[in-house]
């Protein structure tokens, strides 16, 4: 078994009510590898500029992370993101993105990374991400994650890579953009009838929805006082969702899937503690199953 | 043991984005008490108006609901709410208020309803909530409603009423306003210390939190697809809590609360699947217990 992301590596400056942050690692496949390390030894394939410092390669090398599909480009600068959270941390506006090297990437798997069991297409558009999924030999399961812009701009394309995937993440809103139902639970439905076997909807503090042939499934976020910055919340959900799935051992079915998903909720607990990677870099792994099981017995009745 | 709910019985008018209801039966104590008949026999206190029709009360009696605390003011008209649901079935504009009857209502409790062990103040002031309080001989278990009027014009009322109380049922932003927290985590622990022994803060479609002295709980609600009314789902939820909370002999606690909050969220989850009390008039104990089962197992892993 091996985990597979193709994904962003970034500098993200994030402007919170409590304290700015400039220049601090971030990107899709920075958190969801991360996150995922905690479970297993992913695979990340992206793209850099010469500005990216090697500390940022070894605190994940350090992690067992196989950096060998990210490329450097030769004159070229590494993707930025600055945003704003507005006072209820929740909800943000997009100050600047500068994609940079990221715009022109083509992403190319190493030939050993061809053979991963499980891959994550982080949010790019539909056409780089099935491009990434043909150079995947005999994947046993695809999460992809998507956005407004490609709903809106590159719909037939989403809508051709749909059936092709195992799971499909995507926010409230997007659900009722690609499917018009207001009903969240109607739009989950909606967008598994477009053809992902199952279908989750994130809905930031308020938790998440898994939606497969056996019906809706539905969890809290596990409750934080300490929200510092939610950026990445959603990546580490899905490295440590898709890392437990590949590491766990049990006959795949809807409980493997609910087990995932709580430990995807748990990892993105912690990362929303600090900026960047801060708080997943004082993490261990008892510390993730301690709170599992406390979150566990709190949804226990 | 015996359950008392000093409330409101109205006429609702609701408009939402499918379909409309003129007058129909409303009412926080309408709400609160059908619900919690599906546990026990409730007693309603409150008033109405000469224009209360008889076949309203016989649908509570026949729930074995007590209306012998319904007083009917003479040449009064009953309390009448009208609002406005958005597209997203989660937010509402209120249209009209005619108080009517309720405007100068000042609730006094039968002799024999004096006894109650478990009682709710559904929303009204705090004076009026504590006039009622000091009726009661020796309540067990007292839980009350507010709202975001309230905290703004008879804060000091409300703060002198909140040690008085065992739960405090507020909602997200009201919990907020009322604490000056954000967090909600933060905002539920703040709302506790002002000296309610639990407090639940409600959040709509996207469950409850309840906070004790044991910590922190969260229920994601029910997932429905049929959401037709939200009108008295927040009523219907506590109806729900304190019905199961009255009707259970096992000794109370966190886990009694847990439980109880679970009954609360799946008796407010009929509710809204139809008009005014339509759903719970078709409803049943089995089939309640039935979805509680499935909520049950929707939040295990």
Redesign the interface.
């Known amino acids: 078994m091996s985990l597979l992301v193709v994904g962003s590596l970034a500098f993200d400056s994030v402007e919170t ?1 409590a304290r700015t942050v400039e220049n601090a690692l971030g990107g899709s496949a920075t958190f969801f590898s991360y996150a995922a390390s905690f479970f297993t030894q992913p695979r990340v394939v992206g793209v850099v500029g010469e500005d990216f410092p090697d500390e940022h390669r070894q605190l994940l090398t350090a992690r067992k992370i196989d950096l060998s599909g990210v490329v450097t480009e030769k004159g070229g600068r590494t993707f930025r993101w600055k945003g704003r959270y507005h ?3 929740n909800t943000r506006d997009t100050l600047e993105v500068h994609l940079n090297v990221l715009g022109t990437f083509n992403p190319k798997l190493p030939e050993r990374f061809r053979d991963s069991t499980h891959v994550f297409l982080a949010n790019s558009s539909p056409g780089v991400q099935a491009r990434v999924l043909e150079q995947v030999r005999k994947p046993k399961m695809v999460l992809a994650d998507t956005m407004d812009l490609w709903i809106n701009t590159q719909r037939d394309e989403l809508l051709t890579l749909l059936p092709r995937l195992d799971g499909l993440l995507l926010n409230d809103s997007e659900a009722q953009l690609l499917t018009g139902e ?5 739009a989950g ?1 909606a967008v598994r009838r477009l053809g992902p076997k199952f279908v989750i909807i994130k ?1 930031g ?3 998440a ?1 898994l939606f497969t042939g056996d ?7 596990f ?3 300490d ?1 510092v910055d939610p950026t990445g919340a959603g990546d580490s959900f899905a490295g440590g969702l898709l890392g437990a799935l590949e590491s766990d051992a049990t006959t795949p079915g809807q ?1 493997h899937l ?2 995932a ?2 430990y995807g909720t748990v990892v993105a607990s912690f990362t929303v503690e600090d900026f960047s990677l801060d708080r997943l870099k004082r993490l261990d792994r008892r510390e993730i199953d301690d709170r599992l099981e406390r979150y ?1 017995k ?4």
């Not at 207001?182 to 109607?186: D, H, S, T």
């Not at 019906?215 to 976020?221: D, K």
Request: a positive charge; zero cysteines; glycine letters at 8%.
């Open positions: 009510p006072q209820d941390m207001k009903n969240l639970v109607r439905h809905k503090e308020h938790g929805m019906g809706v499934f539905v969890v809290p976020a409750p934080t006082e929200v409980g609910r087990r998903m709580a566990r709190m949804l226990s009745f």
